[in-house]
């Protein structure tokens, strides 16, 4: 690309979703000098080592000195924080976003510290892995996956506009939403499943009829992929749900409800029932197939990269 989009970024967080965005602006040349930020100087040093940024900061308000563009890769629970923390040192006119998988928490955190001469949007890139740290990024994790945005009302069209062009020249598709839509839509495709993925291992690993040296011999497909699930990342999935907890609640009991129905079905022997759930069900994953989200390859042998954040 011969025109930068941005001539400063800084990544607040160099993880996964950090060091992924570093090495897909170096590799398509979308901005001019790439900052950055993390907490540990192990994961400084990494990062620097790796080469997705072109300089490291022991601070975050160092690292968004002169940005245009600020995206905070960062925990849920931090995101207050470091908006207080880097408020002082924003440039007048940069845009303030983030990739955290709740919004309306992150908004309340974030934008009572912020300035009001900077662009806050927030963002939500859906794509992710079970694996955490800076050596975890590459490139293609945002192709073909939606980045939501979130500008609340009376952001400058602009710069909104600005940001959907980053994300697309990342590889991303993009979509504009309310911030409760955005936590009740992810609340049901990822923190819902997770939160099972979770529970199920939990059960699993506490069955004292099977040894857990059986649980882990004999895990096929299904259970092999909750684990997957679960294996994500604690801190961040235990601030998505104290942060989304309305919406995780509210899903949760229709979850329990559809599970009763299951269950009765089961013991009354609904065969009819258990035949139109498992159809309607079948046909929501060739819909996610059809939409280009998954492949319909067979499944064992086949690497898993994504899970949605």
């Known amino acids: 690309m011969s ?100 919004k309306s928490a992150i908004i309340e955190a974030m934008a009572p510290h912020l300035p009001d001469n900077v662009h806050f949007i927030p963002g939500h890139p859906i794509a992710g892995s079970e694996k955490s740290g800076p050596e975890s990024g590459y490139a293609e994790l945002f192709i073909n996956r939606w980045t939501i945005l979130t500008p609340p009302d009376g952001s400058d069209s602009v710069q909104v506009e600005r940001l959907e062009q980053f994300w697309q020249a990342c590889g991303a598709n993009v979509e504009i939403m309310d911030v409760e839509h955005h936590d ?41 992929d909750f684990t997957r699930i679960a294996a994500s990342d604690p801190t961040m999935w235990r601030d998505v749900f104290l942060n989304n907890r309305e919406a995780v609640l509210d899903l949760l009991g229709r979850f329990t409800e559809d599970l009763a129905a299951l269950q009765r079905a089961i013991r009354w022997k609904d065969g009819d029932a258990l035949f139109d759930l498992f159809t309607k069900s079948r046909d929501i994953r060739s819909g996610i197939i059809e939409a280009g989200q998954d492949t319909a390859a067979p499944d064992f042998g086949r690497a898993h990269i994504e899970v949605d954040e």
């Open 3 to 102: 025109e930068k989009l941005f001539k400063k970024v800084s990544l607040i967080g160099l993880g996964l979703i950090g060091s992924s965005l570093g090495l897909v602006m170096h590799q398509r040349g979308l901005v001019g000098h790439i900052s950055g930020f993390a907490r540990s100087k192990a994961t400084r040093d990494k990062a620097m080592e790796i080469g997705f940024i072109d300089s490291v900061c022991e601070t975050a308000a160092e690292s968004v000195k002169d940005a245009d563009l600020v995206i905070v890769c960062a925990p849920v629970g931090v995101m207050g924080d470091i908006a207080r923390e880097i408020a002082p040192e924003l440039k007048p006119g940069a845009i303030i976003t983030d990739v955290g998988s709740v």
């Open 184 to 224: 009740m839509v992810l609340g049901i495709t990822s923190h819902l499943p997770h939160l099972i993925a979770y529970s199920i291992v939990s059960t699993a690993s506490d069955l004292e009829a099977v040894t857990r040296s059986e649980v882990i011999k004999f895990s096929a497909g299904g259970f092999r």
